[in-house]
């Protein structure tokens, strides 16, 4: 902020919410550095005070898929532990009030995506994430649904982790390992290439945990409303949305894919304030 | 109520290591599984921990605190030199025995747990094996039932770990034989070898000795991997029990080869 002529005049605004970057990058290292630690300690040189705990154990959506066996029979699937479903609770609380802030902030794999995309926003400018024709789109995004049933199915009959071999969050911090199933290294590929065309194609189109989560947008507290009567229809909002959520023509965003990234509010994109904003109260 | 991204970001942090710090006090948080394994349910045992649920990940250490077998038992009995018997892990028994022609493993330390501890174990249609001085251990001091006896001296081999020299050929006092029991297999014989199912057998291995895929297909539950793909290796990848995949392949490829 700077006076001219005894105003307060803000001469930078920056057009994204770099707080959230930060925040990306933090869990990103915290868990990478974990998975390495992971591997040390199987031979006896684990770096002290960090975690070595393995991937599955701070991994919230293990917490999900146990659920069945942890009613049924009282036990947790293979390699999970009881770490999963503490972070499953808290990622659940916090998208009951904010939405799946857990995609958005934290997940280090739908980071990743971004990273890619950054690519692809350079290489096709606006064209960069609208490739996919809107009626395929608009199926595709069910897609998660689909396989988060398939998911908890298979895991609750063979009380197995099956999904370990197809999960691309797990290829991505353990490809070093030869733990990881040449399934899961090829969906993590795609998902990285296919990055540089849409952005984070995995989270809209087959995350399992995107699915659970994605469902706490339909009754969240907070959401992102517009101001209909300050909005300058500019379509800012929607161009800049990474989920492609038509934020411009909405007066409150109600859409299961929402991750709250807050980069269409009046605090990033939207150039008008107090027009787009994150709120649990109404809005004139 | 209206919300920035910092007050967010900072809500975000206290949550998430607000909520691990508060449940690991109440001891929730537990990254490791406690390496107890589970009991039998019903039964003269009932309450007593099964060997059949030792996994790969537990050391020695653990065994002992679930079953009266010392670590150093287990290390004599499994030829393992080591200052600390009780840190060493169940699942680097394998590797030591990898070119042995037999699958020295978790299964192996089931048996010998069981045997040595007096439980009930389930060998039915199962080929597990046994290292001689384990034999001998139990032979010495484990009460073992006739059927039980016999299955020993039928499983009993003598192989040498990767780093130990070969064990010296049996005396006919060592390795006792009855009549009835079937002869210890002979680990240089390549027709057993050969069709030997081992944590280095790949699929297209099992292909080739005439396993239908779909039987494959059916006990890994999964569409058939890539062919040079080890079944150790998708076993641990996919979260199967090696151990029972690899003893439910074998009796498959036992079926076609006799
Ligand atoms: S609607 Fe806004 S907060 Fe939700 S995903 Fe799109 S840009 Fe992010």
Redesign the pocket.
């Given at each position: 902020m700077v006076k001219v002529f005894g105003k307060r005049v803000r001469l930078f605004r920056p057009r994204t919410i770099w707080i959230r970057k930060l925040v990306q990058w933090f869990f990103f290292l915290l868990i990478a550095l974990i998975a390495v630690n992971h591997t040390l300690a199987e031979s006896g040189s684990a770096i002290p005070v960090l975690s070595s705990a393995s991937l599955h154990a701070v991994c919230p959506f293990g917490g999900v898929v146990t659920l069945y066996t942890l009613a049924s029979s009282g036990v947790l699937v293979q390699k999970i532990h009881s770490s999963a479903l503490v972070l499953a609770g808290l990622s659940l609380l916090l998208a009951i009030f904010f939405g799946p802030v857990f995609c958005?902030w934290i997940c280090p794999l739908g980071t990743v995506q971004e990273w890619v995309g950054k690519l692809g926003r350079k290489l096709f400018k606006r064209r960069y994430n609208h490739f996919v024709p809107t009626k395929l789109d608009n199926i595709l995004r069910y897609a998660r649904y689909g396989i988060l049933i398939w998911v908890l199915y298979v895991t609750a009959i063979s009380g197995t982790l099956i999904f370990e071999a197809y999960d691309p969050y797990f290829a991505l911090f353990n490809f070093w390992s030869g733990e990881v199933a040449p399934t899961a290294l090829l969906i993590l590929g795609t998902t990285l290439v296919l990055s540089v065309f849409v952005e984070r194609p995995w989270c809209k189109y087959a995350c399992p945990y995107g699915a659970v989560l994605g469902l706490t947008n339909l009754f969240r507290v907070f959401s992102?409303k517009r101001a209909a009567s300050t909005c300058k229809a500019d379509g800012a909002?929607s161009i800049?949305?990474?989920?492609n959520?038509a934020?411009d023509n909405k007066t409150v965003?109600r859409?299961h894919q929402?991750?709250?990234?807050?980069?269409?509010t009046s605090e990033a994109i939207c150039p008008v304030a107090k027009t787009v904003v994150f709120t649990s109260g109404g809005l004139k | 109520m209206t919300l920035t991204s910092k007050p967010l970001a900072a809500i975000l942090f206290i949550v998430m290591f607000g909520g691990i710090s508060v449940s690991s006090a109440l001891g929730w948080w537990q990254t490791e599984s406690a390496k107890v394994p589970a009991a039998f349910t019903e039964g003269e045992f009932a309450g007593q921990a099964n060997p059949a649920d030792i996994r790969g990940s537990y050391t020695f250490g653990d065994i002992a605190n679930s079953f009266d077998v010392a670590p150093d038992v287990l290390a004599r009995a499994f030829q393992i030199t080591s200052d600390d018997p009780a840190s060493f892990a169940v699942k680097d028994l394998e590797s030591l025995y990898l070119d042995s022609g037999y699958e020295i493993g978790t299964n192996s330390i089931r048996l010998f747990v069981a045997f040595y501890a007096g439980l009930p174990f389930d060998t039915t249609g199962q080929e597990i094996y046994l290292l001689k001085p384990a034999a001998d251990i139990l032979l010495a001091d484990a009460t073992l039932t006739p059927e039980q006896t016999a299955y020993l001296q039928a499983h009993t081999v003598e192989v040498a770990p990767a780093d130990v020299e070969a064990a010296p050929a049996p005396s006919e006092e060592s390795a006792p034989e009855t009549e009835s029991a079937p002869p210890a297999p002979d680990p240089t014989t390549s027709s057993t070898e050969e069709y030997l199912v081992k944590g280095k057998t790949t699929f297209g291995e099992l292909l080739q000795w005439g396993v239908p895929q779909d039987v494959i297909e059916q006990m890994i539950e999964a569409p058939m991997p890539d062919l040079a793909m080890t079944v150790k290796d998708h076993a641990t990848a996919t979260g199967l029990d090696f151990e029972t995949l690899k003893t439910q392949l074998q009796a498959e490829v036992d079926k076609i080869k006799k």
């Amino acid at each position: 902020m700077v006076k001219v002529f005894g105003k307060r005049v803000r001469l930078f605004r920056p057009r994204t919410i770099w707080i959230r970057k930060l925040v990306q990058w933090f869990f990103f290292l915290l868990i990478a550095l974990i998975a390495v630690n992971h591997t040390l300690a199987e031979s006896g040189s684990a770096i002290p005070v960090l975690s070595s705990a393995s991937l599955h154990a701070v991994c919230p959506f293990g917490g999900v898929v146990t659920l069945y066996t942890l009613a049924s029979s009282g036990v947790l699937v293979q390699k999970i532990h009881s770490s999963a479903l503490v972070l499953a609770g808290l990622s659940l609380l916090l998208a009951i009030f904010f939405g799946p802030v857990f995609c958005g902030w934290i997940c280090p794999l739908g980071t990743v995506q971004e990273w890619v995309g950054k690519l692809g926003r350079k290489l096709f400018k606006r064209r960069y994430n609208h490739f996919v024709p809107t009626k395929l789109d608009n199926i595709l995004r069910y897609a998660r649904y689909g396989i988060l049933i398939w998911v908890l199915y298979v895991t609750a009959i063979s009380g197995t982790l099956i999904f370990e071999a197809y999960d691309p969050y797990f290829a991505l911090f353990n490809f070093w390992s030869g733990e990881v199933a040449p399934t899961a290294l090829l969906i993590l590929g795609t998902t990285l290439v296919l990055s540089v065309f849409v952005e984070r194609p995995w989270c809209k189109y087959a995350c399992p945990y995107g699915a659970v989560l994605g469902l706490t947008n339909l009754f969240r507290v907070f959401s992102i409303k517009r101001a209909a009567s300050t909005c300058k229809a500019d379509g800012a909002c929607s161009i800049m949305c990474p989920m492609n959520i038509a934020v411009d023509n909405k007066t409150v965003v109600r859409d299961h894919q929402c991750i709250s990234c807050l980069e269409c509010t009046s605090e990033a994109i939207c150039p008008v304030a107090k027009t787009v904003v994150f709120t649990s109260g109404g809005l004139k | 109520m209206t919300l920035t991204s910092k007050p967010l970001a900072a809500i975000l942090f206290i949550v998430m290591f607000g909520g691990i710090s508060v449940s690991s006090a109440l001891g929730w948080w537990q990254t490791e599984s406690a390496k107890v394994p589970a009991a039998f349910t019903e039964g003269e045992f009932a309450g007593q921990a099964n060997p059949a649920d030792i996994r790969g990940s537990y050391t020695f250490g653990d065994i002992a605190n679930s079953f009266d077998v010392a670590p150093d038992v287990l290390a004599r009995a499994f030829q393992i030199t080591s200052d600390d018997p009780a840190s060493f892990a169940v699942k680097d028994l394998e590797s030591l025995y990898l070119d042995s022609g037999y699958e020295i493993g978790t299964n192996s330390i089931r048996l010998f747990v069981a045997f040595y501890a007096g439980l009930p174990f389930d060998t039915t249609g199962q080929e597990i094996y046994l290292l001689k001085p384990a034999a001998d251990i139990l032979l010495a001091d484990a009460t073992l039932t006739p059927e039980q006896t016999a299955y020993l001296q039928a499983h009993t081999v003598e192989v040498a770990p990767a780093d130990v020299e070969a064990a010296p050929a049996p005396s006919e006092e060592s390795a006792p034989e009855t009549e009835s029991a079937p002869p210890a297999p002979d680990p240089t014989t390549s027709s057993t070898e050969e069709y030997l199912v081992k944590g280095k057998t790949t699929f297209g291995e099992l292909l080739q000795w005439g396993v239908p895929q779909d039987v494959i297909e059916q006990m890994i539950e999964a569409p058939m991997p890539d062919l040079a793909m080890t079944v150790k290796d998708h076993a641990t990848a996919t979260g199967l029990d090696f151990e029972t995949l690899k003893t439910q392949l074998q009796a498959e490829v036992d079926k076609i080869k006799k």
